[in-house]
Each structure stands twice: as structure tokens, then as C-alpha cells.
């Protein structure tokens, strides 16, 4: 008998990969859908109705499920979403880890985050070991995706069988909202951004997180941590990187990290007179500050972890944002 896996988030970035991967290994795969499911058209998949904060809902999506992968969250840089964020990503975790027990769930893979983890000291690599971010001078969202792990691990006590994956910036194909990276990264590739900070990030390929995710659904023991990272990299190296690629240029401007927060008001009203959402808030300049040595040592050795260059994540990214109408014309080049 085929058993069932269900996947909460299936429309985000994550989500639509994980999907695609699990499809492809011959996995019979269930979707919690709330509103949209723009990314998962077409394929295989059985869909479920229901929403995080409906413990119901969950339960039904959940019965006869051998395992569930917890995505859904809400993704922040905002200073001011902590209402909702509590909502979605600790409330709505207590639900997912209440419905698993209430429906014999084998195993939950719970996504946490890095932003989830302590950051200082800056000189020491992060793994698995850091503490969950506590004081409240913490963005938002960093603090509700470090409650939400507590919400596992007070399952775990229950008896519930789950491990968590914490991956870094994640990046890559099949981003269809865009995410805020994916966003990012169009912006550079329509010749939009006019200028750039000195700050950076560990970004990963959503297709090696994925992997790795899977492979711990299959070998982790109960309660294993694993951070996915991957490569270290400032934002003007990603921009000149994205020049090589689609030929646009990239910003000459390169602001320096300190002075960065005096222009955040006026990049927050130009992306609000555009409809868009502003990438430069104080929270997102927090990120790029953050520490550049995210140990993935762990998850090599136990599940056989190995990110791929970085170059090949952006090519195929923005090959699939060209494919997919995102650029609207032709500006990613045969790259060999």
C-alpha cells in the first residue's frame, strides 16, 4: 500500500520543489492548500482545503499520513507583523504539532529557519548548537520562527517522532510568488535596483535543501537538527554575478552597511508608490550582518549534504524566471 506524505506550504518556494521531488520518487502527495495553488497546477497531487489555525482542517488533511512536511509560514522583513507572524508560525506550528499527534503522524519534518538561531559571536561558525534567538530587540520574524521550534520540541515531549531542518536563504527555480531573494534578484536582473549594500548572506539552492530534507525524513533520529547552508555571499558579488549572466549592469552604488539604515524611509516609499515590497528594511540589514560561517558539518556527515556552486543556483534561477515570464524578454545567456 501506497502510503501518503502531506506537505503544509505547498505553494510556496519550498513547497513547490519538495513536491515536485517527492512526485518524482513515485510518493503519493497531499497538499494543504489555504488560498492559492498557483504552483502546484497540473501535477499529481491530492489536494486538501484547510488552514494552519483550523486544528480540524489539519487533522482532516492529515489522516492516514505517514509523514508531514511543516512549510507553511509567514515570511517577514517587517518590524511591525508580530500579530500575525504569532498567528501563523507559532500558533499555526502548535496546531500542525497537535493534529500529527491527534492523527498518529510517523514522522513531522519541521522547517525552521536561521534567522530562528543566535548569531553572536559573529567569529565563531553557527551549527546546530546555537540557541534559539530569545530578547525581543530581535526582528519579528526571528523570534516567531524560534518560538514555533519550541512548539516541536514541546510535541517531541508527547511523543511526537519530528526533526527540524534550518536552512539559510533560500534561493532558486520554481519561486512563483517571488520569494523576497527571488524578488531581489529580478530586481537585479530588470536593471532595477539602483544602488546596493556591502552586506551578505549564506545563500542555498531550494533543490539541495529539499534533498537534504528528504534524506533526513529517511535517516535522521528523532529530534535531529540539521542546518542546510550554503555559500557565503556579499550582494555585490551576487550582483556582479547576475551581470556575467543576463549582461544587465549591475549598480555602481555600493553603500556601505552603516550608512545603509538612514536611506531605509525613502527605498520603504518608493516601494510602496510601485506596489511592491520594500527589500531594504532594518530587519533585512540586520540579516546581512549576520554571521558568514553556517556550518552545514553535521548534515554532510549524516545525510551525505553537499550544496552545489553557487553560479549554477543563479543561472538556473533566473533561466526559469525567463522561462516562466518573469523577466519578460530574453535576458539570461547560454552559459556553459
Known amino acids: 500500500m501506497t502510503t501518503t506524505t502531506v506537505v503544509t506550504g505547498a505553494n510556496g518556494h519550498v513547497g513547490a520543489n519538495l513536491i515536485r521531488a517527492l512526485l518524482t520518487q513515485g510518493r503519493r502527495v497531499r497538499t494543504l492548500i489555504h488560498v492559492n495553488r498557483q504552483a502546484i497546477e497540473g501535477l499529481d497531487v491530492e489536494i486538501a482545503e484547510g488552514d494552519v489555525l483550523d486544528v480540524a482542517s489539519l487533522c482532516d488533511a492529515f489522516n492516514g499520513a505517514e509523514v508531514v512536511y511543516h512549510l507553511a509560514a509567514r515570511i517577514s522583513i517587517s518590524m511591525d507583523e508580530w500579530p500575525l507572524l504569532e498567528r501563523i508560525n507559532i500558533i499555526g506550528t502548535r496546531n500542525v504539532v497537535e493534529a500529527c499527534l491527534c492523527s498518529r503522524v510517523r514522522r513531522l519534518v519541521h522547517f525552521s529557519s536561521i534567522h530562528a538561531l543566535t548569531q553572536e559571536p559573529l567569529d565563531v561558525p553557527v551549527d546546530e548548537s546555537r540557541p534559539l534567538v530569545e530578547p525581543k530587540r530581535c526582528p519579528p520574524y526571528d523570534r516567531s520562527k524560534a518560538a514555533g521550534e519550541k512548539e516541536v520540541h514541546k510535541g517531541m515531549e508527547r511523543g511526537l ?172 545567456d547560454t552559459i556553459h
Open 161 to 332: 517522532d519530528a526533526v527540524i531542518i534550518i536552512p539559510t536563504g533560500i534561493i532558486g527555480p520554481y519561486d512563483y510568488e517571488p520569494s523576497y531573494f527571488g524578488e531581489a534578484l529580478l530586481t537585479l536582473a530588470r536593471g532595477k535596483l539602483p544602488a546596493l549594500v556591502a552586506g551578505g548572506f549564506d545563500w542555498v539552492d531550494v533543490r539541495d535543501v529539499v534533498e537534504g530534507a528528504m534524506r533526513a525524513e529517511e535517516r535522521a533520529t528523532t529530534g535531529a537538527r540539521y542546518l542546510l547552508s550554503g555559500h557565503w555571499v556579499s550582494v555585490p558579488e551576487l550582483a556582479a554575478i547576475v551581470e556575467q549572466v543576463t549582461g544587465v549592469p549591475a549598480p555602481r552604488l555600493v553603500c556601505p552597511l552603516w550608512l545603509a539604515p538612514a536611506g531605509i524611509p525613502f527605498t520603504t516609499a518608493l516601494a510602496r508608490l510601485a506596489g511592491k515590497r520594500p527589500l531594504y528594511t532594518s530587519a533585512s540589514l540586520k540579516a546581512l550582518c549576520g554571521n558568514r560561517n553556517i556550518s552545514h558539518a553535521r548534515a554532510t556527515c549524516d545525510l551525505d549534504y553537499n550544496p552545489r556552486p553557487f553560479w549554477e543556483t543563479i543561472v538556473d534561477t533566473l533561466r526559469w524566471f525567463e522561462i516562466s515570464g518573469y523577466l519578460g524578454r530574453s535576458h539570461v
